[in-house]
């Protein structure tokens, strides 16, 4: 398994595609990463928090729209 370090610049759009994932449009830098002896090889996404902030948003705004796509429950409260 190839192994990168993914340092995201900037989000620039969130989509939900139809096969129900998300798809970000980011600019990244991406390098190639050594797996540390003795660790499970893992690639590694970094973020500054005000990027972790828009992420947090264009998640919320995806998950939401998911959400208004499916079905409402017939058993809704009365009164």
């Given amino acids: 398994m190839k ?3 993914i340092e995201i610049q900037k989000f620039k759009a969130a989509a939900n595609n139809l096969h129900n994932q998300v798809v970000f ?3 990244a830098l ?3 990463r050594a ?3 003795g660790i499970e090889p893992s690639s590694l996404l970094i973020m500054t928090e005000e990027n972790a902030r828009v ?4 998640l919320k705004a ?3 729209e998911f959400d208004s796509k499916k079905p409402k429950s017939r058993h809704g409260r009365h009164g």
């Fill in 3 to 5: 192994t990168h370090q």
């Fill in 25 to 27: 449009k980011v600019d």
């Fill in 30 to 32: 991406i390098a190639n």
């Fill in 35 to 37: 797996p540390v002896d």
């Fill in 55 to 58: 992420l947090m948003v264009l």
């Fill in 62 to 64: 995806q998950i939401a």
